[in-house]
């Protein structure tokens, strides 16, 4: 297998390994950690050496890990990458066991984020996300990161038979039509909660032990390397792990800077950023804030640092798409394999100023990477990112990137793995320059 392959699968793996943003988080913790990274705990007071690595968890499901410069922070600022750790999913509702025809197991579920609603249903899905259980602590009870990585649901379509306009726009009702089928019942005179059962037996816990749970499902098979060359990776969650993991090894595979380097992976991105770890919040601040602290800077060096600083805000571009070409700009049109995408927004829905692009720019061309770059339609309303949130809560230049797919939002993405050498290629530079 050739080195674009090997990296490839190397992010299809992360991938696979991290069903939901706990396990993103996880699966950071254990590569930065096979780094030689140090874990700072929030609640304790921070001793950080200059060439120092660490990293901070905030909810166990956004993470901030940071190489100190060797420089002078007030001097030589931050260099950030951001990105985040959800995708859009289906989350099971608390109280969520629904009978039907006395024999149907359903349970159910609300939808997160903006995902593409067709392309969940009649695919294995499996379960994952953290329980809560008693510990005879009311305020530190135990939180179990949990992924029952097995084929346990599937939300069944209707037969086209009774729904003949299944093929002309057939509207999607997500309390209706979306709920997973989880079991048949085999004794109708036993009554039990399915769900509860199964979440004790998978912890070991008796089912009084289980006080609460934020639970998702996904899509149980695996990403793999596709296309006639294979040029192609086809995997749940591109949007947005593959930046997660484009930034993490750029970060590990940086050489030494006088800048502080700053991977930031948040939380809560598809559904607004405006929760305790979300971009739209003081988390990413208040760790920029302890770095300079324990570098032992003034709050004035810290502004002075916010001035020489700049963040990449990495998600997802829409690359042009064979079958529906008019979809898309007629001169801003990136496509598959040709490189990360530079995004551009009059109304601001991507932060990409002429400075920050200029920056991005030359560390692509340092890098020998080709840049592509994006615009909406006029008449098309486009998506956004966190690079609003990290703009305006830091006011520093932030460039609005990510590499080109087919079908964001799906429950598969599709994208190029020359691609994802490209991006790892430049994150590194970026990191180093």
Known sequence: MDNLKIKAQELIDFIYESPTSYH?????????????????????EWNIEKGGKYYTVSGQSALIAFKAGTGSLKEDGF????AHTDSPCFKIKPVNQIIAEKTYVKLNTEVYGGPILSSWFDRPLALAGKVVLKNGNIFKPEERIININR????????????NREVNDGYKINPQVDTLPL??????????KNYLLELLSKELGKSEEDIIDFELFLYEYEKGKIIGLNEEFMSSPRLDDLWMVHAGLKGLLASSENKAT????????????????????????????KRINIALSGSEEDFYRA????????????????????DKHDPTNRPVLGKGPVLKYSAKQKYITTAYSASVFAQCCEKAGVPLQKYANRSDVLGGSTIAKFIAANLCIDVVDIGTPIFGMHSVRELGA???NDYVERVFTEFYSA
């Open 306 to 325: 916010l001035t020489f600083s700049l963040a990449l805000s990495s998600d997802l571009a829409h690359g042009v798409h064979p079958n529906y070409l």
């Open 24 to 44: 993103a988080v996880e699966s950071l913790k254990k590569r930065l950690e096979e780094a030689d990274y140090k874990e700072l705990n929030p609640s304790q």
């Open 151 to 162: 084929p346990l649901m599937v939300i069944p379509n209707l037969a086209i038979h009774f």
């Open 182 to 191: 989880l079991a048949l019942i085999e004794n109708q005179l036993e009554e």
């Open 79 to 82: 260099r950030i990458i951001g």
């Open 261 to 288: 380097q700053v991977l930031v992976c948040i939380d809560h991105e598809e559904i607004g950023s405006q929760t305790a770890q979300g971009a739209d919040s003081m988390f990413v601040l208040n760790i920029l």
């Open 417 to 419: 793995i020359k691609d």
